[in-house]
């Protein structure tokens, strides 16, 4: 880790030392020292500005064995907030995250989207409230993230495609002037990546298991996107030719047989009720639903011999089934003694509106100067 941070000549000492600190969580004037390769009178002086601040503080003495205590840094909680959104057909994701990427609130509400300027309108209300009832001072918020189902041009503010919300080229200025805070886009499975550490610091494959299947990719903590930022559409790639007609009008896609819809039609509370309950019917789904996704897990690891994290609302059920799951794919893995490259998600529904407020939190550290 010295090596990376050293490295990393095109940061500022001080962006530097928050992130770490932010990445470590509590930190030692000597841990700083240490893993970020910086001298004792430089650490002591970003220290004293980063306190003068307000981005951090002391907040206790570290153990001794008989010396000289160490004073613990962290982020303070509350200096700055970032709020995610995650738009889908018909729900509206919003989260509260502190700079020190602690989920401080959530709420989902019914929300159905349209391209229309009543919409809009709508929507720039409905997150006014959830503003309201959440942050006293909003001269702490950083701004609002958003992630959307498609491919998008950032640079250009358009969805260049989205099978989900049926759009092609389509604007999101709209979007953005409908909130008075600055405003970021990224894809909703990229966003659900970045809500995982292992994703964010190592190679890892994020496969997103919601209403739509989803994937990003990381190589040594940073995103893959392609040549056109079209990487790791894992849910349309041919699953079982001539299969099932998937909603981007092919036949067999991934998302056809994995997304959370083939589980009682994406009602995932009651099914997995029936499910524990001893249900038979809802446990021939779910083992077959299992089975291929077993399938899709290993031809990701045959692939890319990387971490796989299976997030989003499905993967927020898992952690109960990751031992029968690990079993399945070791069946088609061949290279592997076990599957425990295989890891549950930490956020469920709201994994995309956390991963694009977290990058709103990144983005606000690499400008501390």
């Not at 907030?81 to 609130?105: K, R």
Request: glycine fraction near 10%; hydrophobic fraction near 35%.
């Amino acid at each position: 880790m010295a090596k990376q941070f050293r490295e990393d000549t095109t940061k500022a000492i001080k962006s530097t030392i928050i992130e770490y600190i932010s990445d470590r969580g509590e930190v030692t004037r000597n841990d700083i020292i240490q893993e970020c390769g910086f001298s004792l009178p430089t650490v002591l002086q970003k220290i004293k500005e980063l306190k003068e601040s307000g981005l951090i503080a002391e907040i206790g003495q570290s153990e001794s064995s008989g010396g000289r205590k160490a004073k613990i840094i962290s982020i303070v909680r509350d200096s700055r907030l970032a709020i995610g959104l995650n738009i889908t057909n018909h729900h509206l994701e919003m989260v509260l995250v502190g700079l020190d990427g602690v989920l401080l609130n959530k709420e989902r509400i019914r929300f159905n989207f349209e391209p229309t300027y009543t919409y809009y309108r709508l929507f720039g209300k409905k997150v006014e409230e959830f503003v309201s009832r959440n942050v006293i001072d909003r001269e702490k918020i950083l701004g609002i993230g958003i992630s959307l189902p498609g491919v998008l041009d950032n640079g250009n503010r358009i969805i260049r495609k989205s099978h989900a919300f049926q759009l092609e080229n389509y604007s999101l200025m709209d979007l953005e002037n409908a909130l008075p805070y600055p405003v970021i886009f990224e894809n909703d499975g990229n966003a659900a990546a970045l809500s995982e550490k292992r994703f964010r610091t190592g190679t890892a494959f994020y496969l997103s298991l919601n209403a739509t299947v989803g994937g990003a990719f990381s190589v040594n903590g940073k995103p893959y996107g392609g040549i056109n930022n079209k990487s790791s559409e894992i849910g349309h790639m041919i699953f079982i030719p001539d299969g099932k007609t998937c909603y981007c009008g092919k036949k067999g896609c991934v998302d056809s047989y994995c997304s959370a819809k083939v589980l009682g039609d994406g009602n995932l509370q009651e099914f997995f009720s029936l499910l524990e309950s001893g249900n038979e019917e809802n446990q021939r789904i779910w083992d077959h639903y299992l089975k291929n996704l077993s399938i899709v897990i290993s031809n990701i690891r045959m692939l890319n011999d990387c971490e796989i994290i299976v997030g989003g609302h499905v993967g927020g059920y898992m952690e109960k089934y990751l031992s029968s799951l690990r079993q399945l794919t070791m069946q088609y893995d061949y290279l592997d003694q076990d599957a425990l490259f295989i890891h549950c998600g930490k956020y469920r529904w709201e994994a995309s509106a956390y991963g694009v407020a977290f990058k709103l939190i990144h983005q606000f550290f690499s400008t501390v100067v």
